[in-house]
T-cell receptor, first 111, second 113 residues
Framework: SQQGEEDPQALSIQEGENATMNCSYKTSINNLQWYRQNSGRGLVHLILIRSNEREKHSGRLRVTLDTSKKSSSLLITASRAADTASYFCATGDQGAQKLVFGQGTRLTINP | DTAVSQTPKYLVTQMGNDKSIKCEQNLGHDTMYWYKQDSKKFLKIMFSYNNKELIINETVPNRFSPKSPDKAHLNLHINSLELGDSAVYFC????????????FGSGTQLSVL
Protein backbone atom coordinates (compact mmCIF):
# COMPACT_ATOMS: atom_id res chain seq x y z
CA SER A 1 0.00 0.00 0.00
CA GLN A 2 1.05 3.59 -0.51
CA GLN A 3 3.14 4.89 2.34
CA GLY A 4 4.13 8.47 1.66
CA GLU A 5 1.83 11.26 0.60
CA GLU A 6 3.24 14.48 -0.74
CA ASP A 7 1.71 17.88 -0.27
CA PRO A 8 1.01 19.89 -2.31
CA GLN A 9 0.33 17.78 -5.39
CA ALA A 10 1.43 20.69 -7.58
CA LEU A 11 3.44 23.83 -6.86
CA SER A 12 4.25 26.72 -9.19
CA ILE A 13 6.67 29.47 -8.14
CA GLN A 14 8.90 32.13 -9.67
CA GLU A 15 12.56 31.52 -10.31
CA GLY A 16 14.64 32.52 -7.34
CA GLU A 17 11.94 31.74 -4.78
CA ASN A 18 12.15 28.88 -2.33
CA ALA A 19 10.05 25.75 -2.81
CA THR A 20 8.83 23.61 0.07
CA MET A 21 7.30 20.20 -0.34
CA ASN A 22 5.96 18.02 2.44
CA CYS A 23 5.64 14.29 2.88
CA SER A 24 3.66 12.33 5.43
CA TYR A 25 3.91 8.63 6.07
CA LYS A 26 2.11 6.05 8.18
CA THR A 27 4.42 3.44 9.69
CA SER A 28 7.79 3.36 11.44
CA ILE A 29 10.66 3.91 9.08
CA ASN A 30 14.37 3.28 8.86
CA ASN A 31 15.00 6.12 6.44
CA LEU A 32 13.25 8.57 4.16
CA GLN A 33 14.53 9.51 0.73
CA TRP A 34 13.70 12.19 -1.81
CA TYR A 35 13.90 11.64 -5.54
CA ARG A 36 13.45 13.92 -8.54
CA GLN A 37 11.85 12.87 -11.82
CA ASN A 38 12.12 15.03 -14.90
CA SER A 39 9.42 14.56 -17.50
CA GLY A 40 9.89 11.31 -19.41
CA ARG A 41 12.91 10.28 -17.38
CA GLY A 42 13.77 7.97 -14.52
CA LEU A 43 13.99 9.01 -10.89
CA VAL A 44 17.19 10.50 -9.53
CA HIS A 45 18.13 10.09 -5.86
CA LEU A 46 18.55 13.45 -4.12
CA ILE A 47 19.01 12.85 -0.43
CA LEU A 48 18.51 10.23 2.28
CA ILE A 49 17.75 11.03 5.91
CA ARG A 50 17.78 8.34 8.59
CA SER A 51 15.19 8.00 11.34
CA ASN A 52 17.65 9.23 13.98
CA GLU A 53 18.44 12.41 12.02
CA ARG A 54 16.38 15.60 12.10
CA GLU A 55 17.87 17.67 9.33
CA LYS A 56 20.17 17.21 6.37
CA HIS A 57 21.58 19.52 3.71
CA SER A 58 22.86 18.96 0.20
CA GLY A 59 23.68 22.05 -1.84
CA ARG A 60 20.43 24.01 -2.24
CA LEU A 61 18.41 21.18 -0.69
CA ARG A 62 17.38 20.99 2.94
CA VAL A 63 15.45 18.03 4.29
CA THR A 64 13.86 17.78 7.71
CA LEU A 65 12.37 14.74 9.39
CA ASP A 66 9.94 14.68 12.30
CA THR A 67 9.36 11.07 13.29
CA SER A 68 6.87 12.04 16.01
CA LYS A 69 4.64 13.59 13.35
CA LYS A 70 5.66 11.07 10.69
CA SER A 71 6.47 13.85 8.29
CA SER A 72 9.33 15.26 6.24
CA SER A 73 9.87 18.39 4.21
CA LEU A 74 12.11 19.18 1.26
CA LEU A 75 13.18 22.78 0.81
CA ILE A 76 14.79 23.92 -2.43
CA THR A 77 16.32 27.35 -2.04
CA ALA A 78 16.90 29.90 -4.81
CA SER A 79 14.96 27.82 -7.32
CA ARG A 80 16.00 27.59 -10.97
CA ALA A 81 14.09 26.68 -14.10
CA ALA A 82 16.03 23.40 -14.18
CA ASP A 83 14.43 22.43 -10.87
CA THR A 84 11.12 21.94 -12.70
CA ALA A 85 10.30 18.27 -12.10
CA SER A 86 8.24 15.94 -9.94
CA TYR A 87 9.60 15.26 -6.47
CA PHE A 88 8.88 12.02 -4.64
CA CYS A 89 9.43 10.99 -1.09
CA ALA A 90 10.05 7.33 -0.40
CA THR A 91 10.26 5.46 2.86
CA GLY A 92 12.30 2.46 3.83
CA ASP A 93 10.39 0.45 6.41
CA GLN A 94 12.15 -0.99 9.40
CA GLY A 95 13.14 -4.55 8.64
CA ALA A 96 11.93 -4.36 5.07
CA GLN A 97 14.03 -4.24 1.96
CA LYS A 98 11.74 -2.25 -0.23
CA LEU A 99 11.25 1.42 -0.85
CA VAL A 100 7.68 2.72 -0.88
CA PHE A 101 6.97 5.89 -2.86
CA GLY A 102 4.40 8.62 -2.57
CA GLN A 103 2.65 10.13 -5.61
CA GLY A 104 4.91 13.12 -5.88
CA THR A 105 4.73 16.89 -6.04
CA ARG A 106 4.88 18.50 -9.49
CA LEU A 107 7.09 21.57 -9.16
CA THR A 108 7.09 24.22 -11.87
CA ILE A 109 9.61 27.05 -11.77
CA ASN A 110 8.52 30.01 -13.88
CA PRO A 111 11.29 32.14 -15.42
CA ASP B 1 28.07 5.77 -19.81
CA THR B 2 24.52 4.99 -18.83
CA ALA B 3 24.40 3.46 -15.34
CA VAL B 4 21.06 1.65 -15.64
CA SER B 5 19.82 1.07 -19.15
CA GLN B 6 16.57 -0.52 -20.18
CA THR B 7 15.17 -1.35 -23.58
CA PRO B 8 12.97 -0.66 -25.34
CA LYS B 9 12.01 2.88 -24.34
CA TYR B 10 8.59 2.54 -25.97
CA LEU B 11 6.56 -0.61 -26.47
CA VAL B 12 3.18 -0.62 -28.23
CA THR B 13 1.43 -3.95 -28.55
CA GLN B 14 -1.91 -5.69 -28.80
CA MET B 15 -3.79 -7.34 -25.97
CA GLY B 16 -2.85 -10.98 -25.55
CA ASN B 17 0.71 -10.60 -26.84
CA ASP B 18 3.84 -11.53 -24.91
CA LYS B 19 6.63 -8.97 -24.54
CA SER B 20 9.93 -8.53 -22.73
CA ILE B 21 11.79 -5.55 -21.29
CA LYS B 22 15.52 -5.79 -20.69
CA CYS B 23 17.58 -4.04 -18.04
CA GLU B 24 21.30 -3.85 -17.42
CA GLN B 25 23.34 -1.96 -14.83
CA ASN B 26 27.07 -1.27 -14.95
CA LEU B 27 27.37 0.03 -11.39
CA GLY B 28 28.45 -3.25 -9.84
CA HIS B 29 25.34 -3.23 -7.64
CA ASP B 30 24.07 -6.41 -6.02
CA THR B 31 20.37 -5.58 -6.13
CA MET B 32 17.97 -4.80 -8.96
CA TYR B 33 14.30 -3.86 -8.99
CA TRP B 34 11.31 -3.48 -11.24
CA TYR B 35 8.85 -0.68 -10.47
CA LYS B 36 5.59 0.18 -12.22
CA GLN B 37 4.44 3.80 -12.53
CA ASP B 38 0.77 4.28 -13.38
CA SER B 39 -0.92 7.19 -15.10
CA LYS B 40 -1.26 9.02 -11.78
CA LYS B 41 2.52 8.80 -11.29
CA PHE B 42 2.12 6.36 -8.43
CA LEU B 43 5.27 4.21 -8.31
CA LYS B 44 4.93 0.68 -6.95
CA ILE B 45 7.56 -2.00 -6.52
CA MET B 46 7.02 -5.26 -8.39
CA PHE B 47 10.14 -7.35 -7.87
CA SER B 48 13.57 -7.20 -6.32
CA TYR B 49 16.54 -9.47 -6.94
CA ASN B 50 19.75 -9.68 -4.96
CA ASN B 51 22.65 -11.52 -6.60
CA LYS B 52 20.24 -13.24 -9.00
CA GLU B 53 17.94 -14.38 -6.19
CA LEU B 54 14.33 -13.15 -5.90
CA ILE B 55 13.83 -11.34 -2.59
CA ILE B 56 10.67 -9.31 -3.18
CA ASN B 57 7.58 -10.32 -5.12
CA GLU B 58 4.82 -7.83 -4.51
CA THR B 59 1.68 -9.81 -5.38
CA VAL B 60 2.25 -9.32 -9.07
CA PRO B 61 0.16 -11.51 -11.43
CA ASN B 62 1.86 -14.69 -12.63
CA ARG B 63 1.82 -13.25 -16.15
CA PHE B 64 4.84 -11.20 -15.05
CA SER B 65 8.03 -13.22 -14.82
CA PRO B 66 11.35 -11.60 -13.97
CA LYS B 67 14.61 -13.28 -14.88
CA SER B 68 18.08 -12.43 -13.66
CA PRO B 69 20.79 -14.28 -15.62
CA ASP B 70 23.48 -12.49 -13.60
CA LYS B 71 23.52 -9.68 -11.06
CA ALA B 72 23.99 -7.02 -13.74
CA HIS B 73 20.83 -7.97 -15.65
CA LEU B 74 17.17 -8.17 -14.70
CA ASN B 75 14.66 -8.75 -17.48
CA LEU B 76 10.89 -8.65 -17.27
CA HIS B 77 8.71 -10.90 -19.40
CA ILE B 78 4.98 -10.30 -19.58
CA ASN B 79 2.59 -12.91 -20.96
CA SER B 80 -0.92 -12.34 -22.26
CA LEU B 81 -0.78 -8.57 -22.01
CA GLU B 82 -3.90 -6.79 -20.73
CA LEU B 83 -5.07 -3.20 -21.11
CA GLY B 84 -4.37 -2.58 -17.43
CA ASP B 85 -0.70 -3.40 -17.94
CA SER B 86 -0.25 -0.08 -19.75
CA ALA B 87 2.16 1.94 -17.63
CA VAL B 88 5.78 3.01 -17.42
CA TYR B 89 8.07 0.29 -16.10
CA PHE B 90 11.28 1.30 -14.38
CA CYS B 91 14.29 -0.81 -13.66
CA UNK B 92 16.50 0.26 -10.76
CA UNK B 93 19.53 -0.94 -8.85
CA UNK B 94 21.15 -0.37 -5.48
CA UNK B 95 24.42 -1.37 -3.87
CA UNK B 96 22.73 -3.49 -1.22
CA UNK B 97 19.26 -5.04 -0.81
CA UNK B 98 18.17 -2.40 1.70
CA UNK B 99 16.23 -0.15 -0.66
CA UNK B 100 18.63 2.75 -0.18
CA UNK B 101 19.80 5.12 -2.90
CA UNK B 102 18.25 3.55 -5.93
CA UNK B 103 19.56 4.30 -9.42
CA PHE B 104 16.78 4.23 -12.00
CA GLY B 105 16.70 3.53 -15.70
CA SER B 106 14.86 5.93 -17.99
CA GLY B 107 11.76 3.77 -18.16
CA THR B 108 9.81 1.74 -20.71
CA GLN B 109 6.44 3.14 -21.67
CA LEU B 110 4.20 0.17 -22.39
CA SER B 111 0.95 0.77 -24.26
CA VAL B 112 -1.43 -2.17 -24.66
CA LEU B 113 -4.10 -1.60 -27.32
Amino acid sequence: SQQGEEDPQALSIQEGENATMNCSYKTSINNLQWYRQNSGRGLVHLILIRSNEREKHSGRLRVTLDTSKKSSSLLITASRAADTASYFCATGDQGAQKLVFGQGTRLTINP
Amino acid sequence: DTAVSQTPKYLVTQMGNDKSIKCEQNLGHDTMYWYKQDSKKFLKIMFSYNNKELIINETVPNRFSPKSPDKAHLNLHINSLELGDSAVYFCASSHRPNGEKLFFGSGTQLSVL
